[in-house]
T-cell receptor
């Protein structure tokens, strides 16, 4: 089945630790995105990538990093510089950036120990 | 930037009832999408509807781009319709070929048996 796979579903971070959230898509989409959702809130854009080996900061990029070495993969690292990382993280993809139908993964809930 | 407002913020329905959700936007848009986020966090793309009317089973959507609004109709609601409904609009950024995607804050729907 075509789609977007996020792992793990739940993740716990200790103080001072970096953690990496995985996102893989087999839709052959060029554009991929990471969004953060806090309880009862909407979606805020962290980073996006329009093509392999290229990515841009979104509205709340501080404390996060990404890479896009393969078309299918767009991992997100939550660094120790992100002081309030507890949130629901959603990965998405579309054929091209922002102007096409958007598809989401099932999300990763990150909590701080 | 463009503002996207959804109403109502919360809605409680008896199973079998019909409802209309509204999405207003403050400027011209290239595209509009409706999403349903189920209680487990998964976001499903319901409609990609820059203008006109589309139907998918008990759901239909209408976008009137010239008047800057879109409506999502849910008929004969079921408990599985519960969750949060988001609209998201694509609008041009300054600079050739650049776009942004802006989400509304969502309408939380609860369908009770």
């Amino acid at each position: 089945d075509g789609g977007i796979t996020q792992s793990p579903k739940y993740l716990f971070r200790k103080e001072g630790q970096n953690v990496t959230l995985s996102c893989e898509q087999n839709l052959n989409h060029d554009a991929m995105y990471w969004y953060r959702q806090d309880p009862g809130q909407g979606l805020r854009l962290i980073y996006y990538s329009q093509i392999v080996n290229d990515f841009q900061k979104g509205d709340i990029a501080e404390g996060y990093s990404v890479s896009r070495e393969k078309k299918e993969s767009f991992p997100l690292t939550v660094t120790s510089a992100q002081k309030n990382p507890t949130a629901f993280y959603l990965c998405a993809s579309s054929r091209t950036a922002f102007n096409e139908k958007l598809f989401f993964g099932s999300g990763t809930q990150l909590s701080v120990l | 930037g463009i503002q996207v407002e959804q109403s109502p913020p919360d809605l409680i329905l008896q199973e079998g009832a019909n409802s209309t959700l509204r999405c207003n936007f403050s400027d011209s848009v290239n595209n509009l999408q409706w999403f349903h986020q189920n209680p487990w966090g998964q976001l499903i793309n319901l409609f990609y509807i820059p203008s006109g009317t589309k139907q998918n089973g008990r759901l239909s959507a209408t976008t009137v781009a010239t008047e800057r609004y879109s409506l999502l109709y849910i008929s004969s609601s079921q408990t599985t319709d519960s969750g949060v409904y988001f609209c998201a609009v694509t609008s041009p950024l300054s600079g050739a070929g650049s776009y942004q995607l802006t989400f509304g804050k969502g309408t939380k729907l609860s369908v009770i048996p």
